[in-house]
């Protein structure tokens, strides 16, 4: 079974400035998809990112990067410029290639301070 | 367009009690889940359906019933209600199975 694991239960950080959220995951699988959800505290899930494993380019949505590192089973988080609407739980998510289960971390609260 | 709805977004049970979660989706989508969320656990999957008519297990399934009979539709069951059942239940829907899920507002259940 995957796992996916999520290190950093909180974290904080300056208004405009830039944080990094760690996700690791455990799999045998060489084809498969990587995501990262935002929860703010409206509760609604949001999409942030979306990583195909077969392509070595890390995926950008504006503000936000991804540092896939796949022969480390890596999938971090990058947010550029920290605005107080980031403020929200982050889970990194994994789902194989012949599965249709996506498995969740525990998540990350972060918490953007003014 | 709604995308994905639930209801109720609240509701209390006693013990024993039974009751019926809905989720409706607008976008055609032929995958459809049902997630629960406890605190520090993150999200796990208790049922799915690839298809209008299918369901099929996930990864905490005991206690829970569902039923696809439109493709719009996804109906979660507690036929009865535990106090281990207490958590916020969140429906989800995608285009294709590595694509983007689309997740409902929640409902936040309560055992007693």
């Known amino acids: 079974a995957q796992t996916v694991t999520q290190s950093q239960p909180e974290m904080s950080v300056q208004e405009a400035e830039t944080v990094t959220l760690s996700c690791t995951y455990d799999t045998s699988e060489n084809n498969y998809y990587l995501f990262w959800y935002k929860q703010p505290p409206s509760r609604q899930m949001i999409l942030v990112i979306r990583q195909e494993a077969y392509k070595q380019q890390n995926a950008t949505e504006n503000r936000f990067s991804v540092n896939f590192q796949k022969a480390a089973k890596s999938f971090s988080l990058k947010i550029s410029d920290s605005q107080l609407g980031d403020t929200a739980m982050y889970f990194c998510a994994f789902i194989g290639a012949g599965s249709y289960q996506l498995t969740f971390g525990k998540g990350t609260k972060l918490s953007v301070i003014p | 367009n709604a995308g994905v709805t639930q209801t109720p977004k609240f509701r209390v049970l006693k013990t024993g009690q039974s009751m019926t979660l809905l989720c409706a989706q607008d976008?055609?989508?032929?995958?459809m889940y049902w997630y629960r969320q406890d605190p520090g656990m993150g999200l796990r999957l208790i049922h799915y359906?690839?298809?209008?008519?299918?369901?099929a297990k996930g990864e905490v399934p005991d206690g829970y019933n569902v039923s696809r009979l439109k493709k719009q539709n996804f109906l979660l069951g507690l036929e009865s209600a535990a106090p281990s059942q207490t958590s916020v239940y969140f429906c989800?829907?995608?285009?294709?199975?590595?694509?983007?899920?689309?997740f409902g507002p929640g409902t936040r259940l309560t055992v007693l």
């Open positions: 976008m055609n989508h032929e995958y």
């Open positions: 359906s690839v298809g209008e008519g299918t369901t």
């Open positions: 989800a829907s995608s285009y294709l199975v590595f694509n983007e899920q689309f």
